[in-house]
């Protein structure tokens, strides 16, 4: 079976629906992983919407393992060194594990060098590759500003330097079509920040994009883990290589994506 650790802060709704999809599907039988642990850079009873998520991977049976980076940062005197020092302790408390690849699933931390050593690790972005870069946020007003007619989302190797990462797996879809279209109309000869400064993220076109880019995006971490399992992709010596040990730049897994989106309906 195939092992895999997961990073969570578990601040909002979408590390509850990465996490949770990943159970479903293991639970189905369509995934066949195992997940060693979830860790989080927050602690039970420091946030209520975190103590949510918790409690969900304790219900779901994986092993949980809390590391509080402010109370840790609070000890160490705010030393500048508290985010190398943070993940060398993160390290430590997850010896007893032994994962083949770990997962940020809304992990808000950024790793060091030491961390991204340790274990390879994928990070979700919101984007295709060439895209725009940044929070999600960030990256649906560049696609409105730049009046985009297509995104993606796709899985990096995490870096040191953020979103600088191998490539290691994406999915597209177009942000045209009879349901964009007419949201793309009711926007047209405004400027992004007028948009921001009256409907802001309740724009109808933001919601529909954010909605298409969710979609997917779970699928393509089942799809990326899959692919994971299967042995039709593997890291060695730092890079992602199929099952001859040749380098993979990105496999596009939209037809896999779409087909089950299909199917789901």
């Not at 629906?17 to 420091?46: D, K, M, W, Y």
């Amino acid at each position: 079976m195939f092992r895999i650790g997961l990073f969570a802060t578990g601040r909002g709704q979408g590390s509850l629906q990465l996490v949770t999809a990943v159970h479903n599907a293991v639970e189905s039988g369509s995934l066949p992983i195992s997940v060693e642990f979830v860790f989080s850079n927050r602690e039970p009873g420091e946030f209520e919407p975190t103590d949510r998520f918790f409690d969900a991977v304790q219900g779901f049976g994986y092993p949980l393992v809390t590391r509080s980076f402010r109370r840790f940062k609070r000890e160490l005197g705010d030393d500048p060194e508290w985010r190398v020092q943070y993940d060398r302790e993160t390290i430590k408390l997850l010896a007893p594990f032994n994962p083949e690849l770990c997962v940020l699933a809304g992990y808000l931390l950024i790793f060091s060098p030491e961390l991204c050593n340790r274990y390879p690790v994928i990070n979700l972005h919101p984007s295709a590759p060439g895209g725009p870069i940044g929070m999600w946020q960030n990256v649906i007003w560049q696609l409105i500003e730049a009046r985009a007619t297509a995104s993606g989302n796709m899985m990096q190797l995490v870096t040191p330097e953020v979103d600088k990462g191998l490539v290691v797996s994406f999915s597209t879809y177009p942000i045209t079509g009879p349901v964009f279209d007419p949201l793309w109309h009711n926007i047209a000869n405004r400027t992004v920040e007028d948009i921001k400064a009256t409907e802001g993220e309740e724009l109808p076109l933001f919601q529909a994009i954010r909605e298409a880019g969710t979609l997917r995006e779970r699928q393509l971490l089942l799809e990326t883990l899959r692919t994971f399992a299967q042995g039709r992709m593997k890291f060695a010596n730092g890079t992602a290589v199929d099952e001859q040990g040749h380098p993979v730049r990105g496999l596009d897994l939209t037809e896999q994506i779409e087909t089950r989106l299909r199917a789901a309906d």
